[in-house]
């Protein structure tokens, strides 16, 4: 299991509109395939991964992340200014 392509596939799912964390697992364990554990136990690999990134301020979250259905992240680089009356 290669972890820079798991993180590297997490950040192309990831847009800069919010998107459910049950979403980004779903398309980050279609891209790893066979490279990942199958079941749970590969989308726990990639949960992990989603929290470290949280953690490192490279992802934004609304709701408990551990909760994939009603949770969801962006990419924090995403927000940008608004001006007032936009």
């Known amino acids: 299991m290669n972890t820079s ?7 192309f799912a ?6 459910k964390v ?5 398309k980050v364990a279609d891209v ?3 490279d990942l ?3 749970d136990e590969g989308c726990e690999v990639i ?3 989603i929290e470290v990134f949280i953690r490192a301020g490279r992802l934004e979250a609304q709701g408990n992340t ?8 962006r990419r924090l680089d995403s927000k940008t200014p608004r001006v007032k009356g936009q």
């Open 32 to 34: 790893m395939g066979r």
């Open 37 to 39: 554990p199958s079941g």
């Open 5 to 11: 392509r798991i993180e590297d596939a997490i950040i």
């Open 47 to 49: 949960s992990e991964h």
């Open 22 to 26: 049950a979403m980004v697992i779903a």
């Open 66 to 73: 551990k909760n994939w259905r009603f949770s969801e992240v």
């Open 14 to 19: 990831v847009g800069d509109h919010w998107t």
